[in-house]
């Protein structure tokens, strides 16, 4: 059997696993955020918390709550790694240093995970499991909440409420995080990945020298970077390790788990608006952008341009063999495609042309299908943004599942379009304008890839790196912290403004001229609209970049 096809096999089979799943798994979702009966344990946790879980709140409370808990998770996380030192299991390691721990705090807590450093000789296993691990959970559960409040300002009318942060929270990450990223842990297991707290392999004997490479708890951490699609690794290469990804099908399976939330979150879009082929458009929105992705990544990688590559008949620099050239590709895809982060190649050895669609990936938004929530409330802005262009050219107010959508609503999903860019390209040009991508291995178009690949990375949070370029300084770190930072949160809070104003809105009903949404013509209009959008704001960087390099 060829590389091609068996690449070609592994991904039908993972689409046709997500297929199978996705009515199931998204009917099981639809219930937990839609249901009114609370566990035992839920109960106990709403006292703690001091919440009345029958309360609903409009969209400023709702987004306050969200951001006083985010605050309060970077200062505890900070305050963690600060005083590593001191705490149980610490492994001997010196306290983070302050702008480390800063940029790491800001990253878990965004869901990005970007990591500066190798976790198994900077973090104590009790700052992992107890700190970056509960974040994996918890900054995913933030992401579906604020899908859900937004769903909800679609399908409510005459409201201002959009249901209570904190019961949201609680729900998704007891109900749908853990039991999955236990059940996934224990596969994985069985598959060879390593799940223990011992003090490591004694390395020395390999490298010549004293390094240790420590132990830990492996397998329940993989599942959860990739089922809450965060790219914290507990070895600094990530899903190439041994320890992490030992095998073709635990390969396969962590990409499915990758897809697994984004891809099943349009049913739970469907069922909440009551039109389960809405739901379908927006899936085939997603499927369509990444399968021409999955399989223009392929194509590059497989082409292996470049002088190297085509004398040794392969583009191998910086894959395993064990995954060969097409899983490779494949995962690159999806980790950009999805806010996951984790690699098990290094993007800044593809061929240009296919480290260039790593980088498109993520300036598409990260929609097909994107972060865990993050993915389906970007693709429905998105969508509010082609349905006002479709008004445009018809002469009528356009209107989105019986919502208009006028100046407000507008205004708020081009800011949300608009907040990204302008991090990653503002951050681009201050690292050129103040010297900093000396940093940058390597010059020219290559070097300029290098810090375009990390800023747009931090401002999508989406936490994978380009490798190549060193980013443990003071100005890096705080400079990709602010884009993090930003880049999450500011969104956030245009989506729940958004939803507030729908869930204010009366119903209106539809008409002789009301776009029809959910035929193939506006999954057409839509993907057409993101690309576009896309190309005209980021393709004179990338001309710079990885075109200019291909050329």
Do not use: C
């Not at 224990?186 to 390593?194: F, I, K």
């Not at 697994?260 to 349009?266: A, E, G, K, N, R």
């Not at 970007?378 to 599942?401: C, D, H, Q, S």
């Not at 209106?508 to 993101?530: I, K």
């Amino acid at each position: 059997m060829t590389t091609t096809t068996a690449g070609i096999i592994f991904i039908l089979s993972l689409a046709v696993a997500l297929v199978a799943v996705y009515k199931p798994f998204g009917d099981y979702m639809y219930r937990v955020v839609s249901g009114t009966r609370h566990s035992g344990a839920e109960r106990g946790l709403y006292r703690v918390m001091g919440v009345n879980p029958a309360a609903e709140q409009s969209w400023a409370v709702y987004a306050r709550s969200l951001l006083a808990f985010s605050a309060v998770s970077i200062l505890f996380l900070y305050a963690f790694m600060r005083l590593q030192n001191h705490l149980w299991l610490s492994l001997g390691f010196d306290p983070v240093m302050t702008h480390g721990a800063w940029n790491t705090a800001v990253s878990f807590v965004t869901n990005t995970n970007w990591q500066w450093y190798s976790g198994e000789s900077t973090m104590g296993h009790l700052v992992q499991m107890a700190g970056l691990a509960v974040q994996n959970f918890v900054s995913a559960a933030v992401g579906i909440a604020v899908a859900v409040a937004l769903v909800r300002g679609f399908a409510r009318s005459r409201t201002g409420e959009l249901g209570n942060f904190w019961v949201d929270l609680t729900r998704i990450t007891l109900r749908v995080l853990l039991p999955i990223a236990v059940l996934g842990a224990l596969v994985l297991m069985v598959g060879g990945v390593v799940q223990n707290l011992s003090g490591g392999t004694d390395v020395t004997t390999l490298t010549g020298g004293s390094q240790h490479l420590t132990g830990g708890p492996v397998a329940s951490q993989e599942v959860i970077k990739e089922l809450g699609t965060n790219g914290g690794g507990f070895y600094n290469t990530n899903s190439a390790h041994p320890f992490e990804n030992p095998t073709t099908w635990t390969n396969w399976l962590e990409i499915f788990l990758i897809f697994l939330i984004p891809f099943s979150l349009p049913r739970v879009f469907g069922r909440m608006v009551g039109q389960n082929r809405q739901g379908y458009a927006i899936a085939a929105v997603m499927a369509t952008l990444a399968l021409a992705s999955i399989a223009l990544t392929n194509v590059f990688e497989l082409a292996h341009a470049g002088t190297v590559p085509q004398t040794i008949g392969a583009a191998m620099e910086g894959k395993d063999v064990r995954f060969d050239v097409s899983n490779s590709a494949t995962f690159a895809a999806a980790t950009t495609l999805t806010s996951t982060g984790a690699v098990n190649s290094f993007h800044d050895s593809f061929t240009s042309l296919g480290g260039m669609m790593t980088m498109f990936n993520m300036m598409l938004g990260e929609v097909a299908p994107g972060g865990t929530g993050s993915g389906l409330y970007g693709l429905l802005i998105l969508a509010v943004i082609t349905v006002f262009v479709a008004g445009l050219m018809v002469g009528r107010t356009p209107e989105y599942l019986g919502k208009k959508i006028g100046s407000r609503e507008i205004k708020l999903a081009s800011l949300y379009f608009l907040v990204t860019p302008a991090l990653v390209l503002a951050g681009t040009a201050a690292a050129f304008a103040t010297g900093n991508n000396s940093t940058a291995l390597n010059v020219g178009p290559h070097g300029l890839s290098e810090v375009l690949y990390a800023f747009t990375s931090a401002a999508n949070n989406n936490g994978s790196a380009f490798a190549g370029i060193t980013v443990n300084t003071q100005w890096w770190n705080t400079a990709l912290g602010l884009g993090m930072l930003l880049g999450r949160f500011l969104p956030i809070v245009f989506v729940l403004a958004l939803a507030g104003s729908l869930a204010r809105q009366k119903p209106t009903p539809a008409s002789e001229g009301t776009l029809p949404t959910h035929r193939p013509l506006f999954v057409g209009m839509v993907v057409g609209v993101t690309v576009i959008l896309v190309a005209l704001t980021f393709l004179p960087a990338l001309a710079l970049g990885p075109l200019a390099e291909g050329l």
